[in-house]
């Protein structure tokens, strides 16, 4: 039944952004050289494992748009996408580079938007 699994999803994207928005989340990750910057894929994995640690929940499926360069400041946003299709908004913020590796803040957003009718 369509509701139940969309209010499941709902109920699992909104304890990742609580817990996150509870705890705080941040993450580390070496780059390489000459780049200074992490791929659009390794740092959806890197968001996707730090929810699903901070949630105490499976490993979800997150998107980023973008490489994002090894700059302090530097903000992208990633999708992270249910089962059902229903979706929620996570902000990665640079928020310091020593030398090759680069510290992120995860935000996930409080509301997830319902998937597509």
């Known amino acids: 039944m369509a509701v139940p699994r969309l209010f499941a999803a709902t109920s699992i994207l909104s304890a990742v952004a609580v817990g996150t928005l509870l705890t705080g989340c941040s ?14 894929e390794k740092l959806a994995n890197l968001v996707a494992e730090k929810l699903a ?8 499926d997150v998107t ?3 490489d ?3 700059k302090v400041g530097t ?4 999708k992270l ?3 059902d299709g229903t979706t929620l908004g996570v902000t990665a913020t640079v928020s310091s ?8 803040d995860i935000q996930a957003d409080e509301t997830p938007t319902p998937a597509p009718s």
């Open 53 to 60: 640690a901070t949630a105490n929940q499976p490993k979800p």
């Open 97 to 104: 580079v020593e030398g090759t590796k680069m510290n992120f």
């Open 81 to 83: 996408t249910a089962d």
């Open 27 to 40: 993450a580390s990750v070496n780059v390489e050289k000459p780049e200074l910057k992490m791929s659009a």
């Open 64 to 66: 980023c748009p973008e």
């Open 68 to 70: 994002v360069p090894a």
């Open 75 to 78: 903000t992208t946003r990633c």
